[in-house]
């Protein structure tokens, strides 16, 4: 017989049971926030810990050479590397680094494929407190010195190869650093490259004692990823150390532990293969790396290293569809796939064909303020913000209606934003927690306070915009619709109309350049498409095709290069000598409804060619 105490506790427990259930008997959807909610308990307990207990970034991979030495941290190319081979290579960086006598917090950049050296040369620099730069290895010309000088690198190092090389052989001398170029040979070494392969030889393998890091903060740099924006040239994207701690749990919502082997075919230089990365370093975990993605070779990979959680982003689900189908699909040990921009058209699809027992898609951007998650499994949601969820966080998320005509939040009467309602479609914004305080990008004021929103709902408050239009379903699931302004994505990448524009308009007999982003049937994003403005005077002539083809392979990276071109007569201007861009936009590639000429990139004839109504269906079944 229970005591007169325990009744009162059944009695207690009764009542709890019986309020939680009138709660999600009014809030149906509460359910969802609970299960978020005990899935990030674990994730924000350690990243309270480990802040207040200065474990970032650099202490956790340090932790687990330390004590797994020889388990396995990386296999690539079908060759393993331990933890303390890692560590023995990374400790020769930073001895090589230390002699540079850089204060901490300096920048240094490093542009390389994927491959180890990446890593180990980032994990050596981060032994002495320096920031690094990932430079994004497609860009070439003018934006690869923007990239490298607005970071204010004191050095660069460089990946092997020849196309590595040639890029940094065109532009060196417009760089005012020391350059240390890997595959480079002492012999063929000069003034303005040195052979990096000749000093990791001779450098001691020294462990470096972390209390060099001492001064350190949560606010001193990390990493600088860069995204493309309207200024036309890539921004450095701050990734502190606060935040750099924020990465290293974010996989953890998979239930990533040590053990698992997390599959990455993303660019390091991307902020999803950091997130992967880190989150390695933080559990002891191993990372299968990739030098480039290939549908053909993807689960092969998967099965002969036994991976068991696997990153995407939405246009590798779509290749990976497009293979043909094979009766070992799902054959694997993949407990989960984690990601953004799964479209809902394939999510279902892509889950069934390849067997995978969980699907987890989230939202967020490398400067962003805030990061949304769908753990619940919801087709097509790439988050959650609900009411109660918004009560917990200090950066609260909201979705603001939207003027299409201006591009900008609308605002009322009072001159304040208003929230969307469930259904309708709207701008992405969320609060500016203090490890913001030196700005979302390095670079100024300027370039920062154009993704702040300010007097949002009530006098001298402030909020980061992300861009983009997304919309609430009635549980509050979050759904992407597109891009705002003018940044479109295009193979996985933002592409900046504005930055291809001003590559374009470099060719002499180009006046004007109108870039924007047009939907192709079947494709995730948008595909590039410019209309060209002749200068006065100047007839059109077949060469200039492939001179533009030639122009955007020298200068634009691939994801960037127009897909689309449209000869036009004037420039059509708004009011305000903004470029129109909307009905350009709705009129697309379509022959029937596009008087001017058009063509088509052929990779193949290394030029554009003339699109017709004839030759569109061939085009649309082509790869583009």
């Not at 699909?329 to 279902?348: P, T, Y």
């Not at 949601?381 to 201006?406: M, W």
């Not at 009905?583 to 290394?606: Q, R, T």
Request: proline share 4%; glycine share 8%.
């Amino acid at each position: 017989m229970p005591s007169a105490k325990d009744k009162v506790l059944m009695g207690l427990g009764g009542a709890a049971g019986a309020g939680i259930l009138a709660w999600r008997t009014m809030f149906p959807w509460l359910g969802y926030d609970l299960e978020l909610m005990k899935a990030g308990k674990k994730t924000t307990a350690e990243i309270s810990s480990d802040i207040q207990n200065r474990r970032f970034a650099i202490d956790m991979f340090e932790e687990q050479a330390a004590n797994y030495p020889l388990d396995t941290m990386l296999i690539f190319e079908n060759r393993t590397y331990s933890y303390q081979f890692m560590n023995t290579q990374a400790c020769k960086v930073a001895n090589i680094a230390m002699t540079w006598g850089l204060p901490q917090g300096s920048t240094v950049a490093i542009i390389f494929e994927n491959e180890p050296a990446f890593i180990w040369t980032f994990l050596g620099l981060l032994k002495l407190g320096l920031g690094v730069a990932f430079i994004n290895n497609n860009v070439r010309s003018r934006p690869l010195v923007h990239s490298i000088t607005v970071s204010d690198a004191k050095a660069l190092i460089t990946g092997s190869g020849d196309v590595l090389h040639g890029a940094i052989q065109e532009i060196k001398n417009n760089l005012d650093i020391p350059i240390f170029m890997s595959g480079l040979s002492p012999e063929d070494a000069d003034s303005t490259c040195q052979s990096w392969d000749d000093l990791m030889f001779r450098s001691p393998e020294n462990d470096i004692c972390r209390t060099v890091r001492d001064s350190l903060t949560i606010l001193s740099p990390c990493i600088y990823i860069y995204t493309s924006g309207t200024t036309g040239l890539p921004k450095p994207a701050i990734v502190n150390i606060a935040k750099g701690v924020g990465f290293s749990k974010f996989i953890l919502f998979s239930g990533m532990k040590k053990g698992d082997i997390i599959y990455t075919t993303t660019p390091l230089y991307h902020s999803a293969a950091v997130l992967a990365l880190f989150c390695v370093m933080n559990t002891g975990a191993t990372m299968l790396l990739r030098r480039k993605f290939s549908a053909t070779h993807y689960w092969a990979d998967c099965r002969e290293h036994g991976v068991t959680i696997a990153q995407y982003i939405g246009e590798i689900c779509r290749y990976l569809l497009a293979v043909p189908k094979d009766p070992q699909d799902g054959v694997h040990k993949i407990r989960n796939m984690i990601g953004n921009g799964l479209r809902k058209d394939i999510w279902l699809e892509f889950q069934q064909r390849f067997k995978i027992p969980k699907i987890i898609e989230f939202f967020g951007a490398t400067e962003g303020t805030s990061a949304m998650i769908n753990i619940n499994g919801r087709l097509g949601a790439c988050g959650r913000v609900s009411p109660l969820l918004n009560k917990l966080t200090p950066s609260k998320t909201f979705i603001v209606k939207y003027n299409p005509e201006t591009e900008q939040p609308y605002r009322n009467k009072q001159g304040f934003c208003e929230e969307c309602k469930i259904g309708e479609a709207g701008i992405l914004i969320a609060g500016i927690p203090i490890i913001y305080a030196q700005g979302f990008y390095k670079g100024g004021k300027e370039v920062n306070e154009k993704k702040t929103l300010r007097n949002v709902f009530e006098k001298g408050d402030a909020y980061f915009n992300f861009g983009d239009l997304l919309y609430k379903d009635s549980d509050h699931f979050l759904y992407f619709k597109d891009r705002v302004g003018d940044t479109f994505r295009w193979k996985g990448e933002n592409v900046s109309t504005n930055e291809v524009a001003n590559v374009l308009t470099g060719l002499d007999f180009i006046q004007d350049a109108n870039v924007y982003g047009v939907q192709i049937p079947g494709q995730d994003g948008r595909a590039g498409m410019a209309g060209i403005l002749l200068k006065d005077g100047v007839e059109f002539t077949d060469d200039m095709l492939a001179k533009i083809y030639q122009h955007c392979q020298r200068n634009l990276p691939n994801y960037a290069r127009p897909v689309f071109l449209r000869f036009i007569k004037e420039m059509a201007l708004t009011v305000t000598f903004k470029q129109r861009k909307v009905e350009a936009v709705k009129e697309g590639f379509d022959p029937a409804k596009v008087s001017d000429p058009l063509f088509s990139i052929s990779a193949k004839d290394k030029t554009y060619v003339p699109l017709t109504m004839d030759t569109l269906p061939q085009i649309l079944q082509s790869k583009l």
